[in-house]
């Protein structure tokens, strides 16, 4: 916050309630309790954010989307800093939802290429939303995106299109284990 002195009274700084009845001071006065508490309420607002368990239809359906390259996941990132440039509303998202976040690490992070922005990162899409698969349902999805690449192998030639490199997943305890999500005390 800026200087807590008004033109009137430059000695006097507005740490705590004003004995005057300067307006100034006043104003500066409750600007001050008023940010506290906006700093108070964004600390400890609870996130309302929970993973909810997908359907057998729509795991299929992302890793048939994920096999036939029109999906875009944190997989398909080297580290969590390309996750955060790829997916930078992870971190804009409200401070208790990033607390979700890195205390339950998702399975995976994922958007669609065709929701994609205009501009490129280092080579790779870049999405102003995200969706995110809970990490008990990871193993599930897996399990079908094995199925899903064996099939696409049958249809088109894999070496011609390249294979999709989703194999390796991001060091850390999970795939999205070592995110930090903008909040402090992280090891970026
Ligand atoms: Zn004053």
Redesign the pocket.
Known sequence: MDEL?????PQ?E?KRK?R?M?????A?WDAKVAEEKRIWDEEHKVSSMRYHPATDGALKELAWNIATDQVFTSRHCRNMVEVTMCFPVLLMMELCDRKFLAANPPGLIWAAYKDAGPRAVNGLPMFWSAQFLSPDDLPKMEAYLKKALADRAKWVDVDQQGPVDIDEPIPGTGPCGEANFGLEGSSE
Do not use: E, L
């Open positions: 002195t008004c033109d009137k009274h006097y507005v004003p005057s300067c307006p100034a001071c006043w500066m």
